[in-house]
């Protein structure tokens, strides 16, 4: 069984700055891509950043220059290091590892606030 947990959200003010991490309770080489999504409240889920077995990695536009991915194979733990932060990219973000196979998997969410 497969579990993903998040940690780091919080409050922060704008221009500040947070980092999430999601450790898998398996290696993570298992997986084909790794990445962040997030939903903010009456909007869809969308994708933040993802990283792929080739170590090729994508960014929302929204997110560019601001946010970066990484990942740790020895503690099979990925972040998200989010910096100057928007009142906008307020949301719930979650960890979502995916097999070469398409199966997926969800961290529990942890909710980033960005506000004054």
């Known amino acids: 069984q497969v579990q993903l947990v998040e940690s780091g959200g919080g409050l922060v003010q704008p221009g500040g700055s947070l980092r999430l991490s999601c450790a898998a309770s398996v290696s993570i080489f298992s997986f084909n891509a790794v990445g962040w999504y997030r939903q903010a409240p009456g909007k869809p889920r969308e994708l933040v950043a993802a990283i792929r077995s080739g170590a090729s990695t994508n960014y929302a536009d929204s997110v560019k220059g601001r946010f970066t991915i990484s990942r740790d194979n020895a503690k099979n733990t990925v972040y998200l290091q989010m910096n100057s932060l928007k009142p906008e990219d307020t949301a719930v973000y979650y960890c979502?590892?995916?097999?070469?196979?398409?199966?997926?998997?969800w961290g529990q969410g942890t909710q980033v606030t960005v506000s004054s």
């Open positions: 979502n590892f995916a097999t070469i196979l398409g199966r997926e998997y």
